[in-house]
């Protein structure tokens, strides 16, 4: 019986042994820059700041962002629901198919509502919110 734990032995020893190296490997050969001015500093991917780390973003940004977010989550579950449909119809079940649709006119909805005000106006030009 405890020969079958043995590769799990092994994975947990060879990703501990890699996990060590690789961060005494990083101590060892890193460039060593310390004191006080540089752990103050800003940094971001390597590269100096060009500009003020805290500037004003638009409304309009999160607005959009959480706009994808919402459409894209509900059509990832339209995906699940086509596939049910299709073999509900082939067997003559069609009992689940007036929920999809009321679903989907509730997004052409939204989209449309959307649409009106601007909101998928990334021009900037004549948006109303």
């Known amino acids: 019986m405890s020969a ?3 590769p799990v032995l092994l994975a947990f020893g ?3 042994t890699v996990a060590v190296s690789l961060i005494g490997l990083s101590a060892l ?3 060593g820059r310390s004191g ?3 752990k103050r ?3 971001e991917s390597g590269m100096p700041l060009l500009d003020a780390a805290h500037k004003r973003v638009s409304v309009k940004f999160f607005l959009v962002a959480l706009v994808f977010i919402l459409f894209d989550v509900e059509v ?4 699940p629901w086509a596939l049910a449909m299709r073999e509900f119809v ?3 079940n069609t009992v689940f198919l007036p929920a999809g649709l009321v ?3 509730i997004l052409a909805v939204g989209d449309i509502y959307l649409w009106k005000a601007g909101a998928f106006d990334w021009g900037g030009r004549g948006s109303r919110t």
């Open 4 to 6: 079958q734990y043995i």
């Open 14 to 16: 060879f990703a501990a």
């Open 29 to 31: 050969l890193g460039q």
């Open 36 to 38: 006080p001015s540089l």
């Open 41 to 43: 500093e800003s940094y």
């Open 76 to 79: 990832v579950f339209l995906f």
């Open 90 to 92: 082939a067997e003559g």
């Open 103 to 105: 679903f989907i006119a």
